[in-house]
């Protein structure tokens, strides 16, 4: 299954479409695997702009979209992403290669709207979708886990 990996300041996040999801902040470290419901079609008009992420499926749409792909990335062979100092974001093929990385400075003053979508969404379902299971699992997250924008 792919992957989409974030690596920022306060924590590190990975979602594989398969269901597992790791979550790597401040002392605290966590994997789940969580329900992959069946994809549903999109209520979004066809040219809607960017939808908003409620689940893995949806998350991994915007990062397969041409806009998300679009992005200038910064990738060297089969080591992966040419790390900087800032963020970024990885997509990996389902044999574990990577498809497209993005590497940006947080907060987000000009970050281009797809990158802040998936940005956020991110954090958007470790927070309100899936922080029960990785909390029931793991304990509950650092105080201030999400503090920054």
Avoid: N
């Amino acid at each position: 299954a792919r992957s989409l990996a974030y690596d920022g300041p306060d924590f590190s996040a990975t979602f594989g479409e398969d269901g597992l999801i790791t979550l790597v902040a401040r002392g605290y470290a966590c994997s789940v695997s969580v329900p992959v419901q069946a994809a549903t079609p999109s209520r979004e008009p066809a040219g809607a702009k960017t939808a908003s992420i409620q689940d893995l499926q949806g998350l991994m749409a915007a990062a397969s979209s041409r806009e998300f792909l679009g992005i200038a990335s910064q990738v060297r062979g089969d080591s992966g992403v040419v790390v900087a100092d800032g963020s970024s974001l990885l997509l990996r093929g389902a044999a574990g290669d990577p498809v497209h990385a993005v590497q940006f400075r947080e907060p987000w003053s000009e970050a281009p709207p797809i990158l802040m979508q998936v940005r956020r969404g991110m954090q958007s379902l470790l927070q309100e979708r899936y922080r029960k299971d990785l909390e029931s699992r793991c304990g509950p997250f650092p105080e201030k886990l999400f503090a920054s924008p």
